[in-house]
């Protein structure tokens, strides 16, 4: 047994969780390269690609980057020491910008021009008409807001700002005196990337990057010299980020203990233009104390995410995919309220394929409704103008009692959620902001209204946000239900959050940080028991990221007693899939479509009576253990049903989704002789033809076909 | 609606918990909500006597958080009860008032007896099989934080209930300064649990048969708890527990703390719980463990819904106080055929006055307990019976009985031999400050005098002890309470007697009484 379980939790058995997400950016890098896509859809995901790395690079490189500075040695999962790992980074991320730009250059730079879009590289290449209109636009538009900074020996070098893009400049005085000075500006972000020409008619729509018409017109900003040389640069710090929570506390200890020799501010990554200046670069790289291995020249544009921009540019709809707009919810096409419709069963909303809509219309109607005692809600990451904190706000004033937990540490929009949980406060509402040591990750709203027969709880519990601008693009399940169980389950969560002590036992729900982590383990072991007695084992687990050690363990020692593992994971994975002798019953596929797959599913086989969950975590040691997640039952056999259905059509995919190797990397699946099935796409169309069926039912003039009413009703 | 919201607080050793409940006839009682803060004011009590002001600032801002949840769900009504860590500690008083000028919520201690008899209503709320299960013979078995209570039940009726200082916080809190190995330290609480219950055992168990043991109060909840959030066990055997046990005993505090998801704290008061309910089971014997779950705020709630006839309960707990007090006067050797027909005496006259003495339910039984225990004092001295009496009945726990209504009792017996002297009235006021049902002292003055004038007169209509009225009949006319009988022998000594006693009778009811033998004709 000894040398099993050492097999199950060799290093070498796991697979770095940062290479494996940038294995994750290839396969969006897949989609921009394909060119089945429409072609403005291939721009879309090229920048996703660029803003992805952006925030990798200031989320887990800056951390790894304190983690070497605080000389902390310990190996991750796969027994990688933060500085192997840095290395590792460096190499792949170079080699993902270098395919990232010959996929702009060579393959979509050219689609673009074939289909009426011109991007004009280089300021060089306008024609004069161009020319003076790119001028003008700089005189205009562009010269009052910039700030040109020259460097001497009384100006020292300035601090350049975190994710901008910046022009730097050699400049010789016209006076003539040989030394060089250094010069760079800032390009303002208060203006827009992309400058359109005037457009012709009959002729292709030419666009220009405003660095290269602030670089056409550096001379204008230094009068009294001569630019010699001027090229864009890009720094990213980790000047403004604390230790992600990822990491261990000890980790968090030490660095804390280290502080005064963190470097604030340190750059962390330099991108410029392949075509630098030798003597320029040797400045920037001087100045900006940055290794060579943290330098990326680029063949192109700087920050790739002006692309997403370019997807916006009005015009070119038919470059687009056809927008698809999320169907109603058949169960709720009626006349009655959305309570009576939850009394008539449990309600499944499958997202974005059906509207977000009577999520937010459950909080407007419990506001409005009189006999609605209580709204209590985890929100984490809100849309700006959300309709639910307006709800909110209104269901104070109508004198219910509204707490909401609002999760401040949502990354990177802690400001934004401020002001709105402020508004909430101001308005009545109990606002609780967070717990300590704990981020909220769960998703749920519980509404405590008084009926006839006493007092019936109302709960919604979801995979994703309550973000109704994020539910048109992510894949989310939500269920609403009024069982008892959950519904005192529900007011248990809320209890907890509140401060109070934990409740006596859980009907149905279970809980991270205390309870997740053991019952995921306890059913991921029963079907290895199930397996080794010779009954059928059955795992399918659909989720965001898997690097979590114990479950991986768990999952190898069940593959090894054979029982059957499915996984759809999206982003990372550290488990090896099909090794022999650890895996080889285990499948993991990512599927990466039109819509992001944010849904976690567990389907446990249970000895043929299955039991299946949706929940908020995904399977890594910051979901099990550093927040406060939720995982519920799907226990109303249609829609377990459903559900199942949705796993299997997803294991089916053979065009949107990438089956990983036993050697990490992942390739899409073989399509020969199969029929093609992009399960995003059939979940649309499912969508429309339940609501076409449900109108039907609805109006049965409009089938000229009359149903005889054979039930006894 | 027929539906009612109502709130019930404990304000506990260890724990304050609000239980927000629904009762309806219909739907019975059903617990909506309920919260639990852990705050260990039972600590303060009983090291220091007295509940710091760190401790009563808290207290306050949860009770506050309370008051707010039980305003969202619009309840109707509320209790709050204090229990031993209030009602021990020197400052109690101040403590509540504090609570209810930052709160305005009033915490009521109960006593003991109180608080326990409450909790058999909850089991009996909770469960049907509760008749049955008591039809054979059952041990309730509540371990609190400061003591725990033993109660036996045979053939549908309490027999006897005991209290016992063998709370698990108190023995752990006795253990804290006893330094030796956790082995040793289980086995030092094992010995003095055994000591305490062997007493209990010769005095009060006898040879009773227990069939089985039902287990409430804070501890058994826990241990009772399946592991990782799962449901709780109901019922075990004896045998199941032993196995329980030992395994419990193996556990280290970390274990405990996994296994049943408790905190540190509360960890180290399972095994003492566990000690006790092991030696419970082997002095009883009983062989099914029964755990309903009940905490005391299901108990309010039963309460509540019993008082408010929200709900309809099979088993008549006033005849539990009843069988209990008579079980008392039988080991005091007071219960015969003279107790029994001063029990129907006191009654009837009570009945017949109705209209005049204004009283009511909760009092006729104050009555009837007190005709019970009239004769106990015989016991001790047959000189000074009434001192007695009123020694006996004030330190015996009489389940059921706040301290108030315990105190009245004894007194009432007492003037029963003794001159009534409204001016000489000694009461422990400060016991029952701010208890459930406080009346002033006037007011305890008024209903002690009416309840002793009954009883004298009844005691007065068996001077002979041989029932001679036995069948007498009772009505009020013409200001005259007309007592008549058809006795034919000799009343001479009751009717001597019943004069007496009429006079005080008609001091304190303007009505006099009188006694009249019908004689037949020929």
């Known amino acids: 047994m000894a040398d099993i379980n050492e097999i199950f939790n060799n290093p070498n058995n796991y697979v770095n969780r940062e290479l494996s997400w940038i294995e994750f950016n290839y396969r969006v890098l897949g989609e921009a390269r394909d060119k089945s896509l429409p072609l403005l859809e291939r721009i879309k995901f090229l920048g996703i690609t660029a803003s992805n790395l952006d925030e990798f690079y200031m989320v887990r490189v800056a951390s790894l980057k304190d983690m070497v500075h605080a000389k902390y040695t310990k190996p991750d999962i796969a027994g990688l020491k933060p500085g192997e790992q840095l290395e590792k980074i460096s190499e792949k991320t170079h080699e993902l910008v270098a395919l990232q730009y010959s996929t702009y250059n060579r393959s979509l730079l050219p689609a673009l021009k074939q289909n009426g879009i011109q991007v004009i590289v280089n300021h060089e290449d306008l024609n004069e008409e161009e020319g003076n209109f790119a001028d003008n636009y700089f005189e205009r538009d562009v010269y009052p807001v910039l700030t040109p900074m020259a460097v001497d020996s009384s100006r020292p070098f300035p601090l350049i700002r975190n994710k901008s893009l910046n022009i730097a400049a050699l400049l010789k005085k016209k006076s003539g005196e040989e030394e060089l000075e250094f010069a760079m500006v800032q390009v303002p972000s208060v203006l827009p990337r992309i400058v359109k020409f005037p457009k012709k008619e009959g002729e292709e729509q030419k666009v220009i990057l405003l660095e290269q018409i602030i670089e056409r017109n550096m001379g204008s900003l230094f009068l009294n010299y001569n630019v010699v040389t001027a090229s864009p640069f890009r720094v990213m710090r980790n000047a403004d980020l604390t230790i992600d929570e990822e990491e261990a506390v000890d980790l968090l200890e030490e660095i804390q203990k280290q502080l005064k020799k963190r470097q604030w501010g340190e750059a962390i990554r330099l991108e410029v233009e392949e075509k630098i200046d030798k003597g320029l670069l040797k400045i920037l790289k001087r100045e900006l104390t940055i290794s060579s291995s943290d330098i990326f020249l680029i063949s192109g544009p700087l920050d790739l995410t002006f692309l997403m921009k370019l997807y916006g540019v009005k015009g070119f709809e038919h470059l687009k995919a056809v927008p698809y707009v999320p169907q109603q919810v058949p169960e709720l096409m009626n006349e009655d309220d959305i309570f009576t419709n939850i009394r008539k069963g449990d309600i499944l909303l499958h997202h974005p394929y059906e509207t977000f809509d009577p999520v937010v219309n459950f909080v407007k109607a419990a506001a409005k409704d009189p006999e609605v005692l209580a709204i209590k809600q985890t929100l984490y990451r809100v849309s700006g103008n959300s309709p639910i904190v307006a709800a909110l706000e209104e269901a104070a004033d109508n004198r219910k009692q509204v707490s909401v937990l609002v999760e401040l540490k949502a990354r990177f929009d802690e400001e934004n959620n401020i002001n709105w949980a402020k508004k909430l406060e101001k308005a009545g509402c109990h606002v609780i902001y967070g717990l300590v040591g704990l981020k909220t990750h769960s998703k749920i709203t519980l509404v405590v209204r008084r009926e006839e027969d006493g007092i019936r709880r109302y709960v919604h519990l979801g995979t994703g946000n309550y973000n109704d601008s994020t539910a048109k693009l992510y894949t989310d399940f939500g269920l609403m239900t009024c069982n008892p169980q959950i519904g005192e389950d529900a007011t248990a969560v809320f209890n907890m959050l509140s401060g109070y002590s934990e409740p006596l036992q859980w009907n149905k729900l279970v809980v991270a940080p205390i309870w997740l982590r053991a019952r995921f383990l306890k059913m991921i072991r029963r079907e290895t028991k199930n397996a080794k007695a010779g009954k059928q084992a059955h795992i399918i687990a659909k989720m965001n990221s898997l690097c979590d050690k114990d479950i991986i363990a768990a999952l190898y020692e069940a593959s090894c007693a054979g029982v059957k593992v499915q996984l759809i994971v999206r982003g990372i994975c550290s488990l090896r899939a099909g090794v022999p002798g650890l895996s080889e019953n285990i499948t993991v596929r990512s599927i990466i479509g039109n819509f992001l797959e944010h849904a976690r599913i567990f389907y446990f086989d249970n000895d043929g009576s299955p039991e299946l969950y949706l929940g908020s975590a995904d399977w890594m040691p910051r979901n099990l253990d550093k927040r406060v997640e939720i995982m519920f039952p799907v226990e109303d056999e249609d829609l377990k049903e459903r559900i199942i259905k949705v796993l299997l059509i997803q294991l089916e995919d053979n065009v949107k989704s990438h089956i990983l190797l036993p050697d990490g990397t992942y390739e899409k699946p073989d399509r020969r002789g199969r029929v093609q099935r992009n399960s995003q796409e059939d979940f649309c169309e499912e969508a429309k033809l339940l609501v076409k069926a449900e109108l039907k039912k609805l109006n049965p003039q409009a089938s000229r076909v009359f149903i005889p009413n054979e039930g006894q009703s | ?522």
Request: aromatic share 8%; net charge neutral.
């Open chain 2, 1 to 522: 609606m027929a539906i009612k919201i109502f709130a019930a607080i404990d304000v506990g050793s260890f724990e304050l918990e609000l239980g927000i409940y629904e009762i309806s006839v219909k739907n019975g009682i059903n617990k909506i909500d309920h919260v639990r803060h852990v705050i260990a004011l039972g600590r303060d009590t009983y090291n220091n006597g007295k509940i710091s002001y760190e401790l009563v600032e808290e207290m306050c801002s949860v009770i506050r958080d309370f008051a707010g949840i039980m305003q969202s769900y619009k309840v109707i009504g509320y209790r709050a009860y204090a229990t031993s860590a209030l009602r021990e500690a020197k400052n109690s008083q101040i403590v509540l008032d504090q609570v209810r000028v930052r709160t305005g919520i009033e915490v009521q201690i109960i006593s003991n007896s109180e608080q326990r008899f409450i909790s058999y209503k909850a089991i009996a709320s909770k469960d049907a099989e509760f008749s049955k299960i008591i039809e054979k013979g059952t041990a309730i078995v509540d371990v609190g934080f400061g003591s725990m209570q033993v109660s036996l039940f045979d053939k549908d009726a309490l027999v006897s209930t005991q209290n016992l200082m063998l709370g698990v916080l108190r023995i752990r809190e006795m253990m804290a300064d006893v330094q030796v190995s956790a082995k040793m330290q289980n086995t030092l609480i094992e010995e003095m649990v055994d000591n305490e219950l062997y007493t209990f055992r010769k005095v009060y168990l006898k040879d009773r048969q227990i069939k089985s043991l039902i287990g409430i109060g804070e501890s058994i909840l826990y241990l009772s708890r399946g592991s990782n959030g799962g449901k709780a066990v109901e019922r075990i055997t004896a045998e199941e527990y032993g196995e329980f046990y030992e395994k419990l005993l193996k556990m280290s505090v970390e274990g405990i703390q996994e296994r049943f998801g408790v905190n540190a704290e509360y960890a180290a008061l399972l095994v003492p719980a566990a000690i006790i309910f092991k030696c419970v089971l082997e002095i009883t014997g009983a062989d099914m463990f029964w755990i309903p779950g009940i905490r005391l705020c299901d108990s309010i709630a039963a309460e509540y819904a019993e008082e408010t006839k929200a709900v309809k309960f099979h088993h008549d707990f006033s005849e539990d106080i009843l069988a209990a007090s008579r079980n008392m006067a039988k080991r005091y050797k007071c219960h015969g055929p003279h107790t029994s027909i001063m029990e129907k005496y006191v009654v009837d006259l009570f009945d017949s006055m109705k209209k005049y003495h204004g009283m009511g339910k909760r009092e006729r039984l104050l009555l009837q307990i007190a005709a019970i225990l009239h004769a106990c004092g015989k016991f001790i001295s047959m000189k000074k019976p009434s001192e007695s009496a009123y020694n006996i009945i004030m330190s015996t726990e009489i389940i059921g009985l706040s301290h108030m209504e315990r105190e009245i009792i004894a007194n009432v017996v007492r003037y029963n031999g003794v001159e009534f002297d409204y001016s000489r009235m000694h009461l422990n006021e400060e016991l029952f400050r701010n208890t459930k049902g406080e009346l002033s002292k006037e007011d305890i003055t008024i209903l002690m005098a009416k309840l002793t004038a009954i009883l004298r007169l009844a005691n007065s209509m068996d001077r002979s002890h041989k029932q001679k009225l036995s069948d007498s009949r009772m009505n009020v006319k013409n200001g005259q309470l007309l007592v008549t009988t058809s006795y034919e022998g000799d009343i001479t000594l009751e009717s001597v007697s019943f004069s007496q006693k009429a006079e005080f009778f008609e001091e304190i009811f303007g009505i006099r009484p009188v006694l009249k033998q019908k004689r037949r004709l020929t």
